[in-house]
């Protein structure tokens, strides 16, 4: 089955810096890769996903790179906020009717003053 | 913003007590999710549906049993609590259209303690 490498697990930077988290997946058949923002005491939130046939995604501060050969996608958030604060997860998944997501492990991110 | 909810929100119960966590969605997905989370972040999956009548097992063993009788809704029903029970509940659904990513939303979960 799939399995998902996250990293960092924790991340501080300052108020106005970029963020980046990577994941790794083993299935070379996964063709979609969402991220999710995790608040405090909320279920997880979709922020951004990308399929496998295109190589970056862009929306407002955020963007996603996906690299297929390599097996690799990261999150990337410039002019990081303190609202930005939270937990992010990256997935991995095969689409189709019988389709689940493979999570990462995790990764808080702190935005300090 | 996704319309799916969940019942309770906090639960603190004692030791043996059956107990069914409920959760709901609005959008007519045929696909239903729970999650388990633990203290470390990491999300497991437990139990799945593709639809009415369809339950499967997730990657993480789980002692609960869940139902899914009408589209809308898969509680998730533990016999006998214990306190190795006692975590984050996380259900979520999705909708699979051809061709196209089933996104799966995320209900705001229920912490259960079990003393």
């Known amino acids: 089955g799939e399995n998902v490498e996250q990293h960092p697990s924790t991340l501080s930077v300052q108020e106005g810096d970029s963020a980046v988290i990577k994941c790794t997946y083993s299935d070379s058949a996964s063709n979609y890769f969402p991220w999710y923002k995790q608040e405090l005491g909320k279920g997880p939130q979709l922020i951004i996903d990308i399929r496998s046939n295109v190589g970056e995604k862009k929306d407002q501060r955020i963007a996603v790179t996906l690299n297929k050969t390599a097996k690799h996608f990261s999150l990337h958030i410039t002019e990081t906020q303190p609202e930005d604060s939270a937990v992010y997860f990256c997935?991995?998944?095969?689409?189709?009717?019988?389709?689940?997501?493979?999570f990462g492990t995790g990764t808080r991110l702190q935005v300090t003053l | 913003e996704a319309d799916i909810y969940q019942t309770p929100r906090y639960l603190v119960i004692g030791t043996g007590k059956k107990i069914t966590l409920e959760c709901s969605q609005t959008?007519?997905?045929?696909?239903m999710y729970w999650y388990q989370q633990d203290p470390g972040m990491e999300l497991h999956l437990i139990h799945y549906s593709y639809g009415v009548n369809s339950t499967e097992k997730g990657d993480l063993s789980s002692e609960s049993t869940v139902s899914r009788i009408r589209t809308e809704h898969f509680p998730l029903t533990l016999e006998s609590a214990r306190p190795s029970h006692t975590s984050q509940y996380l259900c979520?659904?999705?909708?699979?259209?051809?061709?196209?990513?089933?996104?799966?939303?995320f209900g705001p979960g229920t912490r259960l303690t079990v003393l």
């Open positions: 997935a991995a998944s095969i689409t189709g009717t019988a389709s689940k997501l493979t």
């Open positions: 959008m007519g997905h045929d696909k």
């Open positions: 979520a659904s999705s909708e699979y259209v051809g061709g196209l990513a089933d996104t799966q939303y």
